[in-house]
C-alpha cells in the first residue's frame, strides 16, 4: 500500500506499507482502528481517498472485488443461504455454478478437509456457526486465490475449533504459497501462524514487524490495547 489514505467521518487511515509475499500477517490494534477497513480496501469495498494498492508491483486499486487477485473471509455472511454447502463451494471453482465431475470430487475433498463430510446437501442454515465458517473456509481454499484476506472468520468458534482453522489456514497457505492478511483481536492467533504482525492504532496501519518481539515487547498503544 503505497501512501494510502482510508476515511470516513470523524475516522482516517494512513498506510504506506509492503506484506512480503507468501508471509501471513496478523493485522491487531484496538476496536474501531481501522482494520476491517483496511482489509475492506484491499478486497475492493471501501475505495482509499488516495494512494495507490499494488500486487505484485501492478496496481490493482481500479479492479472490481472479484477481479482481484484474492478471497475474504468475513466472520459472518460468507455463504449464500439459498445454496446448498457443495454449490457454495463449487462457487469457489465456478461463479456460474458449470462444475465437472472433477469439480465434485474436488469440492468432497474440501469438504473432508475441513471435517464436514456428509453435509454438503445441507443449507447454511442447517449447519453450526462453527460448520458454517468451515464450510466459508473451504469455498476459500478452493478459490486457491494468491491472497488471502481473514477478517475474524473464526471468533465465534471455540478455542480448540479455532485454532484447528488457524492451522488448516497455515497449511494451506504454505502449500499453496499464499499470502495471508488476517484480522484478529487475539493475540494468541497472531503468535499461532502469524510470523508477522501489522499493528493499526492512532490512524496509522504499521508495516509488519516480527510477531514475537512486537507482543514481547509492545509498543504504547499496543500494550494500552493489550492490557499490559
Ligand atoms: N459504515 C460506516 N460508516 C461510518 N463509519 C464507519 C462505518 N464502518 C466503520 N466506521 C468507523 O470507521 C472506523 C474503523 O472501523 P473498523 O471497523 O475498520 O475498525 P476495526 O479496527 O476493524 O474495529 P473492530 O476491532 O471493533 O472490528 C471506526 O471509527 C468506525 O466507527
Same mark, same amino acid.
Given at each position: !500500500? ?23 500477517? @496478523? ?15 484491499? @478486497?475492493? *469495498? *471501501? ?11 501492478? %496496481? ?18 460468507? #455463504? *449464500? ?19 465437472? +465431475? ?10 473432508? $478437509? ?6 454438503? +446437501? ?11 465458517? $468451515?464450510?466459508? #473456509?473451504?469455498?476459500?481454499?478452493? $478459490?486457491?486465490?494468491? !491472497?488471502?484476506? #481473514?477478517?475474524?472468520? *473464526? ?9 484447528? !482453522?488457524? %492451522? ?13 492478511? !488476517? ?8 503468535? $499461532? ?19 514475537? @518481539? ?8 499496543? +500494550? ?5
Amino acid at each position: !500500500m503505497q501512501d494510502v489514505v482510508l476515511a470516513q467521518e470523524g475516522f482516517r487511515l494512513t498506510a504506506s506499507l509492503t506484506v512480503p509475499k507468501g508471509t501471513t500477517a @496478523a493485522v491487531i490494534g484496538p476496536s474501531g482502528a481501522g482494520k476491517s477497513t483496511l482489509v475492506s480496501a484491499i @478486497a475492493g *469495498f *471501501f475505495p482509499p481517498v488516495s494512494g495507490r494498492i499494488l500486487w505484485e508491483g501492478i %496496481d490493482i486499486g481500479g479492479l472490481p472485488p472479484g477481479k482481484r487477485p484474492l478471497t475474504v473471509l468475513f466472520q459472518d455472511q460468507n #455463504l *449464500f443461504p439459498h445454496l446448498t454447502v457443495a454449490q457454495n463451494l463449487g462457487l469457489g471453482l465456478s461463479p456460474r455454478l458449470k462444475l465437472t +465431475a472433477t469439480d465434485h470430487d474436488r469440492i468432497e475433498a474440501a469438504l473432508a $478437509r475441513v471435517g464436514l463430510l456428509g453435509l454438503g +446437501a445441507r443449507r447454511p442454515a442447517e449447519l453450526s456457526g462453527g460448520q458454517a465458517s $468451515r464450510a466459508a #473456509l473451504a469455498r476459500a481454499l478452493l $478459490r486457491a486465490r494468491p !491472497m488471502l484476506l #481473514l477478517d475474524e472468520p *473464526f471468533a465465534a468458534l471455540g478455542p480448540g475449533l479455532k485454532a484447528e !482453522m488457524l %492451522d488448516l489456514v497455515a497449511e494451506v497457505a504454505g502449500e499453496t504459497g499464499a499470502t495471508v492478511l !488476517m484480522v484478529t483481536h487475539d493475540p494468541s492467533d497472531a503468535r $499461532r501462524i502469524a510470523p508477522l504482525t501489522l499493528l493499526v492504532a492512532d490512524g496509522v496501519a504499521h508495516p509488519p514487524v516480527p510477531t514475537g @518481539a512486537l507482543l514481547d515487547d509492545p509498543p504504547p498503544a499496543l +500494550a494500552a490495547y493489550l492490557g499490559h
